[in-house]
């Protein structure tokens, strides 16, 4: 038991004794950990925050069910040698519910009131969100600027326990009730009186003549237009369906009770595909978007965080293995005095314990003020819905402490590899098991990268990923032969044209050919990773941006609800499939369809365009996959003069007809689907279609995976008003609205802002990791030549040739370090850029020589100033 507690004194001794010692060689681990550990902490704190993220209960407040339709898909299939999974996808566009469940609600014991709700979008074009445009007084303003509103049925204010303030109930067709969350001012928004007139667009159609409301009340609440029970339901546009159903109860039935027995009762009825919704869960039915959003936010957090824990791998591990290089032969000294592997080892572990668990406190204690700014930045950007509701309860900031305990766990496992083998000779040059692992690395790496050639679509992108990962760790396995390798090409030309001091960085570079690698892993590693997510990024946006100007050839485009254009009239009308109408609404408003704008003369093709989703389920391995894309619905008459795909197979005429698709040439590769064939897709409301593909088209990255025929796209969509409309022909001119020279139209997905965002977050996180580890490990490499550098002095060298000397160091090390890391961010970019765009990657010159001057600054900085030559 002595012999025991002697040992863990003398573990402890030591350990105090070298971090005194090794105060400056600690000080670059103390660093790193810092800095991972507030990177992961805020990353935990967000997905944690999101986690818990539910959308606000608003509109339905003061109800306590809310009955919905199911807005998930699910998707079960069996992997390889696994049990069958099921995936889930949620839809964007709202499912609605039959109008007959309202009597079975009403039916059931404890229920007090079942109020119907259909919602709708109502424009007032006296307000516009920014400047507007009017060609000449018998024109309306751009309505693509209109402020927008919720409108609703008056009976529905009850689910959120809205009031009447002033005036009364609306009853007629033409009376609204405006609510206190518009403000106040003239017209309907801000400031309506009772009494006062305003109009309004109302109704599904793009460029919907204004019709006349007066206000007969004002309620508390948010902004919205109440309308008459009957008014509501034909502004709405989907008889005998409803959004939702809200259920009050009687007074003292428990909301569990209750929610029990509505469950029980839908089930009887058999509307069991419907859902009950209590509590938070109450927010979603209100805003669709919402969770959608939150998980697209949740996966790219997981991925950043899964970068930043191999970055860190890396970062960690070769920094102590500088600092324990340098202390070599102290090691040997423990070693011949009697002190055991285990002893070192020991030791070794208390200072990194000490080292890294205060660092990882104070980068938890950092943690905290930059997850409120990133929360902050996501919210401030509008890529959060603004009905999302982040809650940070107190026990979620303990989520710091396991990504600080994760921090130091992960340096002491580095250490321990580290310092697992008892190396008595360590001048001695890599052994050959380290140099196998290496080229393993790299060969596997460019097979990753030849995979994703094959692949496309996020398949392309993981490969992709996998590929930039293992030819990083196969050159941090191979930095000694790697460097060796460059200085036999570029050892020469620095000793002709570098004199003395070339020589001795030649020479240097043949003797500490390890020292030399360790200072070149992290300027790969930097520009590798930055080189990757930067030209990813820009060049899917440069392809896409391209193919959006080359299938734009209409000469004018209406956009939004642009003035005197007109969708397929309604959404009666469009889920009917009519798309030619006369326009007129049900109170006889006239305004003008898609089919006057093409009897216009002068117009030679009118197309309307309206954006909605698809749910595609397949497989990968055997494992399940539903992927939600963005799809346009266009009109197949006259489509050629104003857009076009670039059809490579079959004919986009074949539109005209219900039941048909055309498809990207990626997506049609991997589907094996051609023209004649079929495919499978879930719309947003969740409707599975067997579809006809009728044509395959290049200009995907543009106008996304496929293309249906509007009418038919119109039919499950929630809110179906053509976008845009695009006109070809001189007589464009006349369509009042429209705008000649119209931009591009591109499909962009709903998480594309968002991974922009996330991915120049990963860039500075990474860069900030590798930066610090570019200078540390050169600060470490430039204690340990203190020596070296003062015999050189001694045998005649000036500090002016050794200043130089170092000058060419950082010289070669960024040379070097930027070339490798260039053809390392090559091989999956390359590969990334076939597949997905058929042309080579793309990276902006600015950023481009972002990359380079950061590393050659970092890399002077450490080999030059920080050395003790250097500073004087």
Request: net charge positive; hydrophobic share 50%.
């Amino acid at each position: 038991m002595s012999g025991l507690r002697g040992s863990r004194t003398a573990v402890r001794l030591l350990a105090a004794r070298s971090l005194r010692t090794h105060r400056r060689a600690w000080a670059a681990v103390f660093a790193a950990a810092a800095l991972v550990s507030l990177l992961l902490g805020s990353l935990a704190l967000t997905a944690g925050s999101l986690g818990l993220a539910h959308a606000r209960v608003e509109r339905y407040a003061a109800a306590d069910v809310v009955v919905a339709a199911d807005q998930e898909v699910r998707w079960t299939a069996k992997p390889w040698g696994g049990e069958p999974m099921t995936v889930t996808a949620p839809l964007t566009e709202r499912i609605g519910v039959r109008a007959s469940v309202a009597e079975v609600l009403r039916g059931v014991e404890g229920v007090r009131a079942v109020v119907p709700d259909d919602g709708f979008v109502v424009r007032d074009p006296s307000r516009v969100r920014d400047s507007s445009r009017v060609r000449d007084s018998s024109q309306v303003r751009d309505s693509s600027r209109e402020q927008e509103y919720r409108g609703r049925s008056w009976e529905t204010a009850r689910l959120g326990g809205y009031r009447l303030t002033a005036g009364r109930a609306p009853g007629a067709a033409g009376e609204v009730v405006v609510g206190a969350g518009l403000g106040v001012g003239p017209g309907p928004g801000p400031g309506a009186e009772t009494g006062s007139r305003t109009g309004l667009r109302t109704g599904p159609r793009i460029g919907q003549d204004v019709a006349g409301y007066r206000v007969v009340g004002l309620a508390d609440g948010p902004d919205a237009l109440y309308f008459g029970a009957a008014e509501a339901r034909r502004l709405a546009g989907h008889p005998g369906r409803h959004d939702a159903i809200g259920v009050l109860g009687a007074p003292g039935v428990p909301v569990a009770t209750l929610h029990a027995r509505v469950r029980q009762a839908l089930d009887a009825s058999g509307a069991g595909e419907l859902r009950a919704f209590t509590g938070n869960g109450r927010g979603g039915v209100e805003d669709l978007r919402a969770l959608p959003a939150r998980d697209g936010l949740l996966l790219l957090l997981a991925a950043v965080a899964a970068t930043v824990i191999l970055v860190t791998v890396l970062v960690l591990a070769s920094l102590v293995a500088q600092a324990l290089q340098q202390r070599a032969e102290e090691r040997e000294l423990l070693y011949a005095v009697g002190a055991s592997p285990r002893q070192v080892r020991a030791a070794v572990g208390r200072e990194v314990n000490r080292v890294a668990g205060a660092a990882a406190v104070l980068g938890a204690l950092g943690a905290v003020p930059v997850f409120l700014a990133l929360r902050a930045e996501l919210r401030g950007r509008g890529l959060l819905p603004a009905t999302l509701e982040l809650p940070s309860p107190t026990w979620l900031f303990a989520g710091v402490l396991v990504t600080a305990g994760l921090t130091v766990g992960l340096a002491r496992c580095v250490v321990v590899f580290a310092a697992a083998r008892r190396d008595r000779a360590p001048a001695r040059r890599p052994g050959g098991v380290r140099q196998g692992f290496g080229v393993a690395l790299l060969v596997a790496g460019a097979g990753a990268a030849g995979t994703a050639t094959l692949q496309a679509g996020q398949a392309a992108g993981a490969a992709a990923g996998a590929a930039t990962v293992t030819l990083v760790a196969g050159c941090a396995l191979l930095g000694p032969w790697l460097a060796a390798a460059a200085m036999r090409v570029l050892g020469p030309v620095l000793r002709r044209c570098g004199g003395a001091p070339g020589r001795l960085v030649a020479a240097g570079a043949v003797a500490h050919s390890r020292r030399l690698g360790a200072a070149l892993v992290p300027v790969v590693l930097v520009s590798a990773f930055a080189t990757v997510q930067l030209a990813a990024g820009a060049t899917m946006e440069r392809a896409g941006a391209a193919q959006a100007r080359e299938a734009m050839v209409a000469d004018y485009a209406v956009e939004g609800d642009g003035a005197g254009v007109s969708g397929a009239a309604g959404a009666r009308d469009a889920r009917d499939g009519h798309a030619d109408t006369d326009g007129r609404d049900g109170r006889g408003a006239v305004g003008v369809s898609v089919a006057d704008v093409r009897r216009v003369p002068g117009v030679t093709a009118a197309t309307g365009l309206v954006r909605s989703t698809v749910v595609l389920a397949s497989t990968e391995a055997g494992s399940p996959r539903l992927d939600r894309l963005p799809v346009l619905g266009v009109d197949a008459e006259g489509l050629a003069r104003t857009l076009d795909p670039g059809v490579v197979a079959g004919d986009l005429a074949g539109l005209a007809r219900p039941g048909t698709v055309a498809v990207g040439a990626d997506r049609a590769d991997s589907l094996d689907v051609r023209p004649g064939s079929t495919v499978e897709l879930r719309f947003g409301d969740g409707a599975l279609r067997r579809l006809a593909v009728v044509a395959v088209y290049e200009r995907s990255l543009a106008l996304g995976e496929f293309l249906l025929p509007r009418a038919e796209l119109a039919a499950h969509m929630t809110d179906p008003r053509p976008v845009r409309v695009l006109v070809a022909g001189p007589g464009g001119a006349a369509v009042a609205g429209a705008r000649p020279a119209p931009e591009p139209e591109q499909v962009v997905p709903d998480e594309a802002e968002a991974s922009g965002l996330v991915s120049a977050g990963v860039v500075a996180a990474i860069g900030a990791l590798t930066v610090l580890s570019v200078l540390s490990t050169l600060a470490l490499a430039a204690a340990g030549r203190r020596g070296e550098l003062g015999l050189l002095h001694q045998v005649g060298a000036s500090r002016r040739q050794l200043r130089r000397m170092l000058r060419l160091e950082a010289a070669f090390l960024a040379g070097t370090g930027l070339v490798i890391g260039g053809v390392v961010a090559a091989l999956p970019l390359a590969a990334l850029s076939w597949a997905l765009t058929g042309g080579p990657p793309y990276l902006p010159p600015l950023q481009a020589a972002l990359i380079a001057g950061t590393v050659i600054l970092t890399t002077y900085a450490g080999t030059v100033f920080l050395s003790p030559v250097g500073r004087r």
